[in-house]
């Protein structure tokens, strides 16, 4: 039972490792990059084999027969042959054999194969199916079933020879030796072996597409510029290992030339009118043969003319009052078509501040009048030009008028708490004077309520009733209606406030909100002039 689980346990142990192996493998494959794998590889080396089974011995006296363990087979080699379809993925041809003490093991397998060809180190890992034939010293040989399971790690040397550093693989077979054992000793009758093996040795590669040389090609981003402008150079390469680093070297007939990786900048400042040329050596410094290309570009410096830019410059507004802001916009171009720049911002009052050709003045503090604003343009070869444009100042207009709050009544009946009552009148008639006194101004009673006040529309109540005292003829002054406006505010308070409005100003309705007097009607129940002077008794 003990032997049963151990095997059974080697042979999860072993496809466990296989599995990972494969899954790492493949996981990579894709990103190998060996420009020319060969076509066909050829194995030959030593191989060490434990078959990790047992086989027909002696009679064990009851009938039935000894098992007689196989002994790790130190002599042995092995062959293998594969062929590449795709740089990673072979079909592979097998042949191992191993003998000890009159004892051969040798197995004849084929199967798939996948290679990771990484930067000096091959892996791979095959599964692999066939057959496995045992030639006994004292028993008939026999054939049987058998796979094989595993991988290995080969060193190339050069294009044609590698070195298999190792190859470990995981080795099952079956054998059938019913002739020799009863069946009640089934494990023995049809033995299965859980081995191991392992190799070293030899690859001879065939075959494979030749290196592609290598290239490189330069251009620039301009093939004609003024001098003193800079020249980019940029060099490509083609057809070297992508997974290395390049070097480049830069080197031109004129200009300082600066290079950072495979992109230049020219400093063409002081240069002669002329054809130059700008070169670029590639290498990589892992590769010993094909790892290095040259490439050269042209470019033309001319001499400018030497023609000033032009400018103009204008203002918008051309007028504004005191702490007002200007837009100083201004035009500069070169009659040469040389790079132009506008600086030198000056304002003979304010401030002026500016980015580019555009400036922004600024008239705080500064007196009525007519402030000039001017900036220079200069080319990529000094030569400048200048140009102002004007703004004049104003004198601020004096404050628009502004409505003010004249007064307000309070509502303290908690039965009938939209009425306006005598001391409510007293000052509805004083807001009656003023406006009569200001024909021209108008008014606006803004109503207010408590949030505790469960009457439905009691600010406009408020405001409508103050509204009908002051218009229906019951104040010492009738007012035109069409001069008052009602709202209702968001103020908590038993209120109704009186806002003078003078001509020309306007109401800040912040807070307010105007009453629909279609949808609420004034509660015609002022008190009579009896119970007027009740309530001042009281």
């Given at each position: 039972m003990?032997?049963?689980?151990?095997?059974?346990?080697?042979?999860?142990?072993?496809?466990?490792?296989?599995?990972?192996?494969?899954?790492?493998?493949?996981?990579?494959?894709a990103l190998s990059q060996q420009q020319d794998p060969p076509k066909a590889e050829l194995f030959a080396g030593y191989q060490w084999l434990n078959p990790g089974g047992n086989i027909p011995g002696g009679p064990d006296g009851a009938g039935g027969v000894l098992p007689f363990k196989l002994p790790s087979m130190e002599k042995g080699?092995?062959?293998?042959?594969?062929?590449?379809?795709?740089?990673?993925?072979?079909?592979?041809?097998?042949?191992?054999?191993?003998?000890?003490?009159?004892?051969?093991?040798?197995?004849?397998?084929?199967?798939?194969?996948?290679?990771?060809?990484?930067?000096?180190?091959?892996?791979?890992?095959?599964?692999?199916?066939?057959?496995?034939?045992?030639?006994?010293?004292?028993?008939?040989?026999?054939?049987?079933?058998?796979?094989?399971?595993?991988?290995?790690?080969?060193?190339?040397?050069?294009?044609?020879?590698?070195?298999?550093?190792?190859?470990?693989?995981?080795?099952?077979?079956?054998?059938?030796?019913?002739?020799?054992?009863?069946?009640?000793?089934?494990?023995?009758?049809?033995?299965?072996y859980s081995g191991v093996r392992l190799r070293s040795g030899v690859v001879f590669n065939f075959g494979g597409a030749p290196a592609v040389p290598v290239s490189a090609s330069c251009s620039v981003d301009h093939a004609e510029v003024m001098q003193g402008e800079p020249v980019t150079a940029t060099a490509s390469a083609s057809n070297f290992n992508p997974k290395h680093t390049l070097n480049y070297a830069w080197s031109g007939t004129g200009g300082t030339v600066t290079g950072k990786d495979n992109t230049a900048s020219i400093d063409t400042k002081g240069v002669a009118g002329g054809t130059y040329t700008v070169t670029a050596h590639v290498t990589d410094p892992k590769m010993k043969k094909n790892g290095d290309a040259t490439c050269s570009s042209n470019f033309t410096v001319k001499e400018p003319p030497k023609n000033p830019p032009t400018m103009s410059c204008s203002a918008s507004p051309t007028s504004l009052q005191t702490g007002g802001t200007a837009t100083i916009t201004c035009s500069c171009t070169s009659p040469d078509g040389v790079p132009v720049t506008v600086s030198g911002w000056t304002a003979s009052g304010g401030s002026v501040s500016g980015s580019g050709n555009v400036g922004t003045l600024n008239t705080t503090g500064a007196s009525p009048g007519v402030i000039t604003v001017s900036a220079t343009c200069s080319d990529s070869r000094g030569l400048t030009a200048n140009s102002s444009s004007q703004v004049t100042v104003e004198n601020p207009p004096p404050p628009p008028p502004k409505a003010s709050k004249l007064s307000q009544c309070d509502f303290p009946?908690?039965?009938?708490?939209?009425?306006?009552?005598?001391?409510?009148?007293?000052?509805?008639?004083?807001?009656?004077?003023?406006?009569?006194?200001?024909?021209?101004?108008?008014?606006?009673?803004?109503?207010?309520?408590?949030?505790?006040?469960?009457?439905?529309n009691l600010a406009a109540e408020r405001a409508l009733n103050s509204k009908a005292y002051l218009s229906g003829g019951?104040?010492?002054?009738?007012?035109?209606?069409?001069?008052?406006?009602?709202?209702?505010?968001?103020?908590?308070?038993?209120?109704?406030?009186?806002?003078?409005?003078?001509?020309?100003?306007t109401f800040d309705s912040a807070g307010t909100e105007a009453v629909d007097e279609t949808k609420v009607q004034p509660v015609p129940d002022h008190p009579k002039p009896a119970a007027k002077k009740k309530a001042k008794t009281q």
């Open positions: 003990s032997q049963r689980w151990g095997a059974r346990d080697g042979r999860r142990h072993w496809l466990g490792l296989f599995l990972t192996l494969s899954l790492i493998l493949c996981s990579n494959a080699f092995g062959l293998a042959f594969g062929y590449n379809f795709h740089p990673n993925l072979a079909l592979e041809g097998d042949f191992g054999a191993n003998y000890k003490d009159g004892n051969d093991f040798s197995t004849y397998s084929i199967g798939p194969r996948v290679t990771y060809r990484g930067e000096g180190v091959n892996l791979f890992v095959h599964t692999l199916l066939g057959a496995n034939h045992l030639n006994l010293a004292n028993l008939p040989s026999r054939t049987g079933i058998g796979a094989i399971l595993g991988g290995g790690i080969d060193i190339p040397i050069i294009k044609q020879f590698s070195i298999r550093l190792i190859e470990a693989d995981y080795q099952w077979a079956r054998q059938n030796f019913a002739k020799e054992v009863p069946v009640s000793q089934p494990d023995l009758r049809r033995a299965s009946n908690e039965k009938k708490p939209w009425r306006v009552d005598n001391t409510c009148k007293a000052i509805l008639d004083d807001v009656a004077l003023r406006m009569q006194q200001e024909a021209d101004a108008k008014l606006v009673i803004v109503g207010n309520a408590e949030p505790t006040e469960k009457r439905k019951e104040a010492k002054q009738a007012i035109d209606a069409t001069r008052i406006e009602t709202r209702t505010g968001n103020g908590a308070t038993k209120t109704a406030e009186y806002w003078v409005v003078p001509a020309g100003a």
